[in-house]
């Protein structure tokens, strides 16, 4: 009877937990999606600059040099440039997957800065959702199979044993 309860409150707990997987997603998606305007306005500001001045955006990083300061300001407008190309391809992704597939994308999103800050803000929610109820029944399933497979395995050497025959 103690197994059977410590395999159900393993598939409880798995279900609770991996129903919460889409509510992440979107959690996520949102925080990204206010990473990805905030580096268009940054972006935006460099490109009307360097239009202004008849440049390019590559022309107008090219000028950068000469000091260390602007050394440093072209390495960081580079890789800000990178980050929002890359952010904004993640958005558009996301936006365009289902939901179980969004899932996928954020747990193999390449940007830690959004995913920390999506987990350290995270509210977990009541899975309402097509997506939130098949991950609760994967979950669901996880959980009993992994404590019943663990308490299979620690049980094991205490089974039953079958007395000699012949004897």
């Not at 590559?58 to 602007?70: D, E, N, S």
């Not at 992704?93 to 747990?107: E, F």
Request: hydrophobic residues 50%; proline residues 4%.
């Amino acid at each position: 009877m103690i197994l059977r309860v410590l395999v159900l409150t393993g598939g409880v707990l798995g279900g609770a937990l991996a129903s919460q997987l889409p509510e992440f997603s979107q959690q996520y998606r949102q925080r990204l999606g206010g990473a990805v305007d905030a580096l268009a306005q940054v972006v935006a500001d460099f490109d009307a600059s360097a239009q202004a001045e008849g440049l390019t955006r590559t022309a107008a990083l090219a000028q950068m040099h000469g000091t260390a300061f602007l050394d440093r300001r072209r390495a960081d407008m580079t890789r800000t440039f990178g980050r929002y190309d890359q952010l904004r391809m993640d958005l558009i992704a996301l936006n365009g997957a289902g939901p179980l597939l969004r899932t996928y994308y954020v747990a193999r999103s390449r940007d830690t800065e959004v995913a920390t800050a999506a987990l350290s803000s995270f509210e977990p929610a009541v899975p309402l959702t097509a997506a939130g109820g098949i991950f609760a029944a994967t979950g669901l399933l996880t959980g009993l199979l992994t404590v019943w497979a663990a308490l299979k395995l620690l049980l094991w050497p205490f089974g039953r044993r079958q007395p000699a025959r012949g004897t």
